[in-house]
């Protein structure tokens, strides 16, 4: 699995396919999709295209995409991959990973009240890791993983299911560097990908919190950054992979695309190192605080890593 892949979250349908064409092209080799994103068929047309056009060949991408909550229902599992595979135009995913660990009622989408949630307890996570786990055998997908799951959900899954997840995507960087938990997936042998890497500023309005500290506006950051001769964003980025972290930008502009791509074969200084691991902010951009109201059946504490 390549360690730098083009994130596609918050690409706008009509840029998205353009930027999948600018990564291939610079020589990115993943590309992190999600049906929620509801940019697939863009995304898709972007590897046809690269591919049509001799940039690059199928078997040389990695292709991420991830269930959405509506298909944790058994029997619905391989619905939503094959939506997916539609979407994108491939015959199969290099690695399905379920996107959170919670369930909602078919048909919708988001939710907006309690009773559109199931509770564990009626669609356990592990009935639907072991549908996804299916999908290996019919060719659909060639590894399964999870998103957002923490150590003792990891742990829990790993225990009912007698399978260990390729990968655990969680919103990682320096103000959330989920140290505990990459150490416990290294030892279990999982990969731990990056998701929002650089702060996710660019993430919906009402996702954020008044007064949050920027990432990439951070002093120490970016003196660090100018001594390794980097921009912050390639900073960052060079960061997670020399902690051993698969890491997954999103960005439709082509020179910073490159410039991402460029800042992955860097070899950081330990000094740079120490000082990130340093920075004593301890900060979440996705917050699981919005998904929280009266009635709802999932515990807080836990929630999602």
Not at 11 to 24: H, I, N, R, Y
Not at 221 to 230: H, P, R, T
């Amino acid at each position: 699995m390549p360690a730098l892949g083009l994130g596609t979250w918050k690409s706008p349908a009509d840029e998205v396919t353009q930027a999948v064409k600018s990564a291939l092209e610079v020589g990115y080799q993943h590309i992190d999709a999600a049906w929620i994103y509801q940019n697939e068929a863009a995304v898709g047309k972007g590897i046809h295209e690269s591919v049509k056009g001799g940039a690059v060949s199928r078997d040389q991408i990695f292709v991420t995409s991830k269930l959405w909550n509506t298909f944790h229902q058994a029997e619905s599992v391989e619905v939503g991959c094959r939506e997916t595979l539609r979407e994108l135009g491939l015959d199969y995913l290099d690695l399905y990973l379920m996107h959170w660990p919670i369930a909602f009622k078919p048909g919708r989408a988001q939710y907006k009240a309690p009773e559109d949630f199931y509770p564990l307890s009626e669609v356990p996570l592990s009935e639907t890791f072991e549908a996804m786990v299916a999908l290996r055998e019919k060719g659909l997908v060639k590894s399964v993983g999870v998103s957002n799951f923490t150590q003792s959900k990891l742990e829990k899954l790993i225990a009912e299911t007698g399978v260990v997840p390729a990968v655990n995507q969680v919103e990682l960087h320096p103000y959330h560097p989920q140290t505990e938990l990459l150490d416990y997936c290294q030892a279990q042998g999982i990969l731990l990908t990056a998701y929002s890497p650089l702060g996710s500023g660019d993430r919906p309005d009402s996702m954020k919190q008044k007064d949050e500290p920027p990432l990439l506006q951070n002093e120490q950051v970016k003196a660090i950054a100018e001594q390794e001769n980097l921009s912050p964003a390639q900073l960052l980025i060079a960061w997670a992979i020399d902690r051993g972290t698969v890491v997954i930008p999103k960005s439709t502009n082509a020179q910073r695309i490159a410039e991402n791509f460029a800042a992955a074969s860097h070899d950081l200084s330990e000094q740079a190192r120490s000082a990130i691991d340093k920075l004593d902010i301890q900060y979440r951009y996705v917050s699981p605080d919005t998904w929280f109201f009266p009635g709802i059946t999932y515990e807080g504490e836990g929630f999602w890593a």
